[in-house]
C-alpha cells in the first residue's frame, strides 16, 4: 500500500475514534486494530497512539474545568500517583519485548472491549447511586468530600490504575470511574473532570517516554493527531444527533473480533 495512501487511511481512523470517544467512549478499540491491519507493529502502534491522542485529551480538561475548580484537592493529588503509573506503565512497556507485547496483545483488546461492556451498566449504577446521594446527602455531598486531600488508598488506586493506563489504555477511563464510584463520589462530571485529569497526567508522561524511544512512527502519529482533533471536534457538535446504542455495538464488534482473529493468529503460530 502507498504510504500516502495509508497515512490517508490513518486520518481517517483517527478521525472516526475522535467521533466515537465524543459520542460513546472506546475510540481506541477502532484505532489500535486499524493500525494494526495497516501493517504496524503491536508495540510501535500502541506506542504511537499514546503520543498521537494526547493533545487532543486537553479540550476534555478544558471542558471540565468549572468541575475541576470544585475538586483542586483531589486533582492535586491526582497529579503525582498518575504521573508516577504512566511512567512505571510506559517504562513496562519499553522493557517488554515485541514478541512479548504481540503475544499480550489480544488479551488486552478484549480485556479492554469487556471493560467497554461493562461500562454502560456501571455508569447506571453511578447515577443511580447519583440520585440516591441527592435524596440522602444533599447536593454539596461531593464539594464537602473533596474539599480535604484524598486517602492513601485511593491514590494507591490511582496509582495502579494509572500503570495500567502508561502501558496500554484502552478501558482506562471506565477504570477510574468505576474507582471514583467506589470511593463514595456521585457527582457524573466532577468524576468525570478526575478522569480526564488522570489520564491527562499518566498518558502526559507516557507519551514523552515513548517520544524518546525509538517506538514511536512519527508520519502516522502526526497523521493521526490531526484527524483526532478534526474527530474530537466533528464529534463534539453531533454527538446528541447520533444513536449512541448503534455506535457502541459497533465498537464492542469490532473489539471482540480483532481481539479474536489477534488470538487464533497467535494460537496456530
Given amino acids: 500500500m502507498p504510504t500516502s495512501l495509508r497515512l490517508l487511511l490513518v486520518i481517517i481512523v483517527a478521525t472516526l475514534g475522535g467521533v466515537m470517544n465524543s459520542i460513546a467512549g472506546g475510540g481506541t478499540l477502532l484505532t489500535f486494530p486499524a493500525l494494526i491491519g495497516l501493517g504496524i507493529a503491536p508495540i510501535v502502534a500502541n506506542a504511537t497512539s499514546t503520543v498521537a491522542l494526547w493533545p487532543a485529551s486537553l ?3 478544558f471542558g471540565y474545568r468549572e468541575e475541576l475548580k470544585g475538586a483542586l484537592s483531589w486533582a492535586r493529588a491526582f497529579a503525582l500517583p498518575s504521573l508516577l503509573g504512566g511512567a512505571v506503565g510506559a517504562l513496562l512497556l519499553l522493557h517488554t519485548s515485541p514478541d512479548r507485547f504481540a503475544a499480550l496483545m489480544p488479551w488486552l483488546v478484549l480485556g479492554a472491549t469487556a471493560l467497554f461492556i461493562v461500562q454502560e451498566p456501571v455508569m447506571r449504577a453511578i447515577r443511580r447511586r447519583q440520585s440516591d446521594g441527592r435524596h440522602y446527602t444533599g447536593e454539596g455531598a461531593d464539594s464537602a468530600r473533596t474539599a480535604s486531600l484524598p486517602s492513601l488508598s485511593i491514590l494507591f488506586c490511582q496509582f495502579l490504575v494509572s500503570i495500567y493506563g502508561g502501558y496500554f489504555g484502552a478501558g482506562v477511563g471506565i477504570l477510574m470511574l468505576a474507582a471514583l464510584g467506589f470511593t463514595g463520589l456521585t457527582n457524573i462530571h466532577r468524576m468525570n473532570g478526575l478522569k480526564n485529569w488522570g489520564g491527562l497526567c499518566m498518558n502526559a ?14 508520519p502516522v502519529a502526526l497523521s493521526m493527531a490531526v484527524g483526532a482533533l478534526i474527530g474530537g471536534y466533528v464529534g463534539s457538535r453531533v454527538a446528541q444527533r447520533v444513536g449512541q446504542r448503534v455506535v457502541r455495538l459497533a465498537i464492542i464488534i469490532i473489539g471482540l473480533g480483532s481481539g479474536l482473529v489477534m488470538l487464533v493468529s497467535q494460537l496456530r503460530r
Avoid at 205 to 218: D, E, T
Fill in 205 to 218: 508522561i507516557a507519551a514523552l517516554l515513548f517520544a524518546f524511544s525509538r517506538l514511536v512512527s512519527w
Fill in 59 to 61: 479540550s476534555s480538561i
